[in-house]
């Protein structure tokens, strides 16, 4: 018999990270101790705890992480509250992998990558990040944007500042909103940044983040001269189901969580303003 | 074709409920709605609809998931109890069968809800024609014909009689079961002369030729954006009414309930009408009530046309028009935003 | 009753053309005479406006958001509807200062589902002739007396005098009030079991469609207990029998004492569910426990659940009334 | 129907409050006076914190008999507190009795702080009603049974 979609797996949590004070970063294996199931970069697994609720999440870690996922959660709802005072040890439920994910072995293939991302907006680019680091060969230049309110917010600030900077052809900048004692980078919002770097606007744009950075990055990157063909951005709207059947998250005919959550800019442009 | 005089279906249906979970139109407190039948029921053949539509039987309002014990940091999953029995659903009509249709285009698409499809795989169909179409009927709008009512078996009502027509494996094979209770009905003319009938009844129907072409998926923009919705939807309670009485309208809530040793998990209708349908922890996609109910016509209009061939996610049974509270519904919108070109 | 639509209509106009009011809610015309809605009016569109014997929708609850917008709006209010007009004031749910009320004549409103029970199927179309109701149905003119298919809210009616208004249309009917708690002094006279039986056929027909939450004036919260997640009692289907009677009985409970006896949740229950019983039930209590008290007569008196005096009866003394 | 009963043992919930029963049921318990084991006793701030769900949901979550203990009428903590309560109880009973419901497993008692043996004797009280009454079928959530 065929298994019914909506009933999950088990998950164990093997390590927690503080990547901010909001964002914690979960390590998931299945409880046989292997990865839960493949993904490619960009797809989200939803996550629950019976009693508590249940909720959809990009998949942090990349695909060629053959041990573990990673999913880096921001408390913001009673799930991942919830999911914040958990210790190490503690089994969750998991089902996925949902969505269309990222083109990475078609549109994205041989070229130049610009990764924009905002706060939180960094979780699922990480994974294809990740992916591309491994994959180097598939693909050009490599330039990373991210900003977050201030230093602290860095997701991942380790990982970006030890390994992605030394990476070759990689050009990571980093922002924060406002000034703090402990930065000595760059200080300023993410869309009046994006002008300032010099991209090359032959360049395939990835972008995620807060609604209003999207907004105002979007429009700088067409003054660049960015087409909208050539920007992809994610979605997220409530899910119940993530299999396109309990009629929340659809833009108009399109369902975030099975046509999406990534869309190309100008597929963007021919759905509804409702997300 | 058979037939059987309408004073024995009490037979029938005992003989038919021995093996089968059997659900019929049967009156309760004032309403009538399908349900199982038991000797003590009050079926109601006549009531042309029921209150809620048929939909129940493959997608009930409540349908248990899967049950979790949580204990310390360890959870574990029972096993779901699938919906193995065998079903008969007696007394359908051509919209509520149709509607069927449409269900399986949304939940046996893609990942297939097991649940669902266990039950359409057990379920024989037997459909009954409307002798008597009402006002609100306007299923001749989207081709389908009262008269004949299709489904596994097809049967009439006429002159004391219920005729029985055969046709699909499943109703094959059930006719074959009940074929004792039946006398061998040779002259059709009885049936034929009620089809012309209703059908005569349906053309002079004021709903029945309503025009739909402005609604195609082309279109989606220019209908979504379309300045009559406030209009449209200024008097809707944002209630549930019409999608809980609507045989098409899928959308669900998944749910958990702590019982006294675990966590069950449900899956529950759902109203695209209701506030808190897309509120989560960042916020509500659609605030107003203009956008939840522009969002249910939309999808029935337009949406589900878009990923299904065309196909719309309506029957025209005409129950939103008659149990709307302030008397909204789709046809109203169809008029509304059909009429400009 | 065109008489009386043709004056509404006049007045609207009137109002509106002065400028004294810059919006009108009324009812709007549907396909059938039946399936009038409630809706705003300007000149552009006050051609569709209607009041006929199916304008049984009580417009107050609608005012709570229109009274906020900019401007007057004129409101048409039945008799029954200015006690719930007068509950909101009460409450402060609604400006006052925005609104120019309209009592508006009637004599009792139809309800269509008693019209099909009656064995009238499609209707096309209705109109009074003194105590008569003639029906253009698919099916040939049918005729009913008005009375076998009036509203139950219209049955039991409160009596047609408007509790406020700022200007009158149609004559004020003089009409004894009609006794509204006959059926609740019957379902008393019975056994408990024979209670919890008739309770349960009818509540279980509940598909927990919030109509009767959404409809009814007094459910006037922002976010309701039922709509929040953190309660704990949301789920929005009756998955057990018990979730049908916690939700009639705390919602009747929330509005018990600010009830008006509207009758509306009864009016749009899908499934007929005679919900009026229930709060009709707290009604009638509070009235012998506590003296008669009618929500909405006025905007000053308190309400019995928010006042007390010191000999009132004690909880388990509800049974020494006859019955049981 | 008799052998049934002698078995069983009902859950009783009662809500106390904290100024007077509640002390009360201490006042029992120093003066070694028993009552039944059956009783849960939740402690509020005052009887007019009863919120009507608190009372069904003890019921959803199977308890046979839910009982109020309250200051007597004069002698609320916060002046009136018990009156309200007192309408509130009257009313809600009566529309629960008025469903169906068995009118003997919900009660009010007035019990003060130095109340002790009236306490007690309340509790064996209600507990010997509610195990003639039997199991609470009407107002019962059979998911919360498994």
């Known amino acids: 018999m065929r298994k019914e979609p909506l009933i999950p797996g088990i998950g164990v949590v093997t390590d927690i990270r503080r990547d901010t004070p909001d964002v914690k970063t979960f390590r998931v294996v299945g409880l046989d101790g292997k990865k ?240 | ?190 049936v034929e002369n009620q089809q012309s009938e209703i059908r005569a009844i349906i053309d002079r129907l004021p709903y029945s030729n309503i025009d739909l072409s402005k609604f195609t998926p082309d279109k989606l923009l220019e209908l979504f954006n379309s300045p009559k919705w406030k209009a449209l939807s200024e008097a809707c309670l944002g209630c549930g009414t019409c999608t809980f009485v609507c045989p098409t309208c899928q959308c669900y809530d998944v749910k958990d309930f702590k019982t006294k040793t675990g966590v069950q998990r449900f899956k529950c209708w759902d109203s695209c009408m209701f506030a808190d349908f897309t509120k989560c922890a960042h916020g509500n996609t659609r605030p107003s009530q203009m956008q939840r109910y522009r969002q249910r016509f939309m999808h029935k209009l337009v949406y589900f046309p878009s990923n299904h061939d065309g196909v719309y996610s309506c029957v025209g049974c005409g129950r939103c028009v008659q149990k709307c509270p302030q008397m909204l519904n789709i046809v109203k919108v169809i008029k509304t935003l059909g009429e400009d070109k | 009753m065109q008489e009386i639509m043709k004056q509404a209509k006049l007045k609207a106009e009137e109002l509106l053309t002065k400028g004294v009011v810059n919006r009108v809610i009324g009812w709007t015309e549907g396909d059938f005479s039946y399936d009038c809605s409630p809706a705003t009016f300007t000149l552009d569109n006050l051609d569709k406006f209607v009041y006929t014997e199916f304008c049984g929708a009580n417009l107050s609850k609608y005012l709570i958001e229109e009274s906020k917008k900019e401007g007057k709006i004129l409101v048409f209010l039945k008799p029954c509807d200015t006690y719930s007009f007068n509950q909101l004031i009460q409450e402060h749910r609604i400006k006052r200062e925005n609104i120019y009320v309209v009592g508006i004549e009637c004599r009792g409103k139809v309800d269509i589902d008693k019209l099909r029970a009656f064995g009238i199927d499609g209707v096309l179309g209705c109109k009074t002739e003194g105590d008569k109701l003639i029906c253009d149905t698919i099916y040939g003119e049918k005729t009913v007396d008005k009375v076998d298919v009036m509203l139950e809210k219209c049955l039991s009616c409160k009596g047609k005098k408007h509790v406020v208004y700022d200007e009158l249309i149609g004559e004020e009917v003089v009409e004894e009030p009609k006794d509204r708690f006959g059926m609740v002094a019957q379902l008393e006279a019975m056994t408990e079991d024979e209670r919890y039986k008739f309770w349960q056929n009818e509540l279980s ?52 004492g600010r009830c008006t006896d509207c009758g509306e949740c009864s009016r749009v229950c899908p499934q007929g569910i005679p919900l009026h019983l229930i709060n009709r039930k707290f009604i009638k209590d509070m009235n012998e426990f506590y003296g008669e008290y009618q929500a909405g007569e006025d905007t000053e008196t308190k309400a019995p659940l928010n006042s007390y005096t010191f000999g009132d009866r004690e909880p388990h003394e509800f049974d020494t009334k006859e019955g049981k | 129907m008799q052998v049934e009963n002698k078995t069983f043992k009902p859950t009783i919930v009662a809500f106390c409050c904290n100024w007077c029963s509640y ?60 009156y309200y309560a007192r309408r509130r109880m009257t009313t809600l009973f009566s529309m629960l009795n008025y469903l169906g419901i068995e009118k003997e497993r919900t009660r009010v008692e007035w019990v003060s702080a130095a109340e002790g043996a009236k306490f007690s004797a309340v509790m064996n009280d209600f507990v010997a009603t509610i195990t003639a009454l039997g199991e609470n079928k009407k107002l019962e959530d059979l998911r919360c049974k498994k």
Request: aromatic letters at 10%.
């Open chain 1, 36 to 275: 839960p199931f493949e993904h490619i970069p960009g797809q989200c697994a939803f996550l629950s705890m019976p009693g508590i609720g249940e909720a959809l999440f990009s998949i942090t870690s990349s695909p060629t992480n053959t041990e573990y996922m990673e999913f880096s959660i921001k408390k913001c709802g009673c799930v991942t509250e919830w999911l914040h005072q958990i210790e190490v040890g503690q089994q969750i439920t998991i089902r996925g992998p949902y969505g269309n994910g990222f083109p990475v072995e078609t549109d994205f293939k041989g070229k130049d990558l610009v990764f924009i991302a905002g706060g939180i907006g960094l979780a699922p680019l990480r994974s294809i990040i990740n992916y591309v680091r491994d994959k180097r060969e598939n693909y050009g230049k490599v330039t990373i944007i991210y900003g977050s309110r201030s230093d602290d917010d860095l997701v991942d600030y380790e990982e970006i500042k030890n390994e992605w900077v030394n990476e070759p052809d990689f050009s990571v900048y980093l922002t924060i909103d406002r000034e703090t004692p402990t930065w000595d980078g760059h200080v300023g919002f993410v869309p009046n940044y994006v002008k300032e770097v010099g991209l090359d606007n032959t360049a395939t744009a990835v972008l995620c983040g807060p609604p209003i950075m999207i907004k105002f990055t979007l429009a700088n990157l067409q003054e660049l001269g960015f087409k909208t063909n050539q920007i992809f951005t994610t979605l997220e709207l409530k899910m119940k189901c993530a299999i396109g059947k309990c009629g929340r998250c659809n833009v108009g005919d399109k369902y975030v969580c099975k046509d999406g959550p990534v869309f190309r800019c100008d597929q963007l442009n021919e759905l509804p303003n409702e997300y």
């Open chain 2, 1 to 190: 074709m058979m037939k059987i005089s309408l004073k024995n279906l009490p037979e029938l249906y005992s003989f038919i409920a021995k093996k089968n979970d059997l659900y019929l139109p049967i009156f309760k407190a004032g309403q009538v709605d399908f349900a199982k039948w038991d000797k003590d029921a009050i079926v109601d053949l006549n009531k042309l609809k029921t209150t809620k539509s048929a939909k129940d039987v493959f997608f009930p309002q409540s349908q248990d998931l899967v049950r979790f014990e949580v204990d310390g940091k360890k959870i574990s999953i029972d096993e779901p109890i699938m919906p193995t029995n065998k079903q008969v659903i007696f007394g359908v009509k051509a919209c509520d069968n149709r509607s069927f249709e449409l269900l399986d285009m949304a939940f046996v698409e893609d990942y297939p809800d097991t649940f669902y499809e266990m039950r359409r795989a057990n379920t024989t169909i037997v459909t009954l024609a409307c002798a008597k179409p009402d006002e609100a009927c306007f299923c001749k709008a989207y081709g389908i014909d009262a008269a004949d009512p299709k489904g596994d078996v097809s049967t009439w009502i006429v002159d004391g009689y219920l005729h029985w027509m055969p046709n699909t494996d499943k109703g094959i094979e059930l006719t074959t079961e009940v074929k004792d209770f039946f006398e061998l009905d040779m002259d059709n003319s009885a």
């Open chain 3, 205 to 256: 027909k509940c598909i927990r469609c919030n109509a009767c939450r959404n409809v009814c004036p007094a459910c006037s919260c922002v976010h309701c207990v039922f709509d929040n997640p953190d309660s704990n009692i949301a789920s929005k289907a009756n998955t057990d029998r018990f979730e049908e009677k916690l939700y009639h009985i705390i919602r009747a409970w929330h509005v018990a």
């Open chain 4, 23 to 82: 002390a009360g049921a201490d006042l029992a318990g120093s003066a070694r006076l028993s009552y039944p084991a059956e009783v849960k006793i939740i402690r509020i701030p005052c009887s007019c914190r009863l919120n009507p769900m608190f009372i069904l949901k003890a019921f959803q979550r199977g308890a046979d008999g839910v009982i109020l203990c309250g200051c007597h009428p004069g002698d609320c903590h916060y002046t009136t507190g018990n």
